[in-house]
């Protein structure tokens, strides 16, 4: 892989190594640009209606539904075939479901009327798309392209993480999820007095989906979870003292009070290749020796308002 020069990760951008935001706005016409062919607009000059890009397009619908009000709130008014699609949407996203129903869902919370000829063809089944088989391949390379990609990175900086971990238990099936946010420092310069000086946290912090699996039934305890949110640093790693230096950099960790509340406290001898690196009492021998666990207050609130009303 070549030898890309080392800049500060800014937060709020899709391709947060990119080199402008006109580069970003050129990849997500890039991403839409099928969706309009679809939808029968030039998508090979790249406009839509009245000129305009497919990312000013979606922009705009964007900004409609929600507006700034004198009191500095922002409040939303999505109006009712939004709305409906949305709750089609949800009904739809299950392991039976077709993809085309889905997409002409999808079509409609994105594009409006705009896209009405086109979700006819998806539901009628005129649009040919692709099996479920090549979507779930497409995935796994994307995910094998994060990870080589990560390790890249690891090479141009070092980062301070903070993940949250949850999981939702959905047709006999565990989604676990880890979101991490991190602040990227580069490797070529000494983190000294006037270094911090001059650090803008802002403009050197990102957030990330982790790539997880699923778990199956009864396979969501403690120590499966631990490996599998472990593993995403094992994938990440060219070597052992890559894996140890990523979980030292685990500065904190939310959860909820369930099961996930217990990793910080979990032993990093559950993992195979360091089942015998460290003693019981070394600081090492805890998963994230330098995290501090915060508690989720969120289904706290939640459970203590349910018991009140109960």
């Given at each position: 892989?070549?030898?890309?020069?080392?800049?500060?990760?800014?937060?709020?951008?899709?391709?947060?190594?990119?080199?402008?935001?006109?580069?970003?706005?050129?990849?997500?016409?890039?991403?839409?640009?099928?969706?309009?062919?679809?939808?029968?607009?030039?998508?090979?000059?790249?406009?839509?209606?009245?000129?305009?890009?497919?990312?000013?397009?979606?922009?705009?619908?964007?900004?409609?539904?929600?507006?700034?009000?004198?009191?500095?709130?922002?409040?939303?008014?999505?109006?009712?075939?939004?709305?409906?699609?949305?709750?089609?949407?949800?009904?739809?996203?299950?392991?039976?479901?077709?993809?085309?129903?889905?997409?002409?869902?999808?079509?409609?919370?994105?594009?409006?009327?705009?896209?009405?000829s086109a979700q006819l063809d998806l539901r009628d089944g005129h649009?040919?798309?692709?099996?479920?088989?090549?979507?779930?391949?497409?995935?796994?390379?994307?995910?094998?392209?994060?990870?080589?990609?990560?390790?890249?990175?690891?090479?141009?900086?070092?980062?301070?993480?903070?993940?949250?971990?949850?999981?939702?238990?959905?047709?006999?099936?565990?989604?676990?999820?880890?979101?991490?946010?991190?602040?990227?420092?580069?490797?070529?310069?000494?983190?000294?007095?006037?270094?911090?000086?001059?650090?803008?946290?802002?403009?050197?912090?990102?957030?990330?989906?982790?790539?997880?699996?699923?778990?199956?039934?009864?396979?969501?305890?403690?120590?499966?979870?631990?490996v599998n949110i472990a593993n995403i640093y094992l994938l990440e790693?060219?070597?052992?003292?890559?894996?140890?230096?990523?979980?030292?950099?685990?500065?904190?960790?939310?959860?909820?009070?369930?099961?996930?509340?217990?990793?910080?406290?979990?032993?990093?001898?559950?993992?195979?290749?360091?089942?015998?690196?460290?003693?019981?009492?070394?600081?090492?021998?805890?998963?994230y020796p330098r995290m501090l666990p915060i508690a989720g207050h969120?289904?706290?609130?939640?459970?203590?308002?349910?018991?009140?009303?109960?």
């Open positions: 892989m070549p030898d890309a020069p080392v800049r500060c990760i800014k937060p709020g951008v899709v391709d947060s190594h990119a080199s402008s935001i006109a580069d970003v706005e050129a990849a997500v016409d890039g991403v839409f640009q099928p969706v309009v062919s679809v939808a029968g607009g030039p998508a090979a000059s790249g406009l839509v209606d009245g000129g305009k890009s497919v990312n000013d397009f979606i922009m705009e619908g964007m900004d409609s539904m929600s507006t700034i009000t004198l009191g500095c709130a922002v409040s939303h008014r999505y109006k009712v075939p939004a709305l409906l699609a949305c709750v089609r949407l949800s009904a739809n996203l299950k392991p039976q479901a077709k993809l085309g129903d889905a997409l002409a869902d999808a079509a409609e919370i994105m594009f409006g009327e705009a896209s009405s649009r040919r798309l692709p099996s479920v088989e090549v979507l779930r391949m497409a995935r796994v390379r994307l995910d094998m392209c994060s990870i080589l990609f990560e390790r890249f990175l690891s090479q141009k900086f070092t980062y301070r993480r903070y993940i949250q971990t949850d999981s939702s238990c959905q047709f006999g099936y565990d989604y676990l999820l880890c979101r991490e946010d991190r602040i990227a420092i580069p490797c070529s310069q000494p983190f000294g007095p006037l270094f911090r000086r001059d650090f803008d946290l802002n403009a050197c912090c990102e957030s990330r989906s982790c790539p997880v699996s699923i778990l199956g039934l009864g396979e969501g305890g403690l120590v499966k979870k631990s790693s060219t070597d052992e003292a890559a894996v140890h230096k990523k979980r030292c950099k685990v500065r904190g960790g939310t959860t909820d009070q369930g099961t996930e509340a217990g990793m910080g406290n979990n032993t990093v001898r559950i993992l195979t290749s360091m089942s015998t690196k460290y003693d019981d009492g070394s600081d090492m021998d805890f998963m969120l289904h706290m609130i939640y459970n203590a308002l349910e018991e009140s009303f109960a």
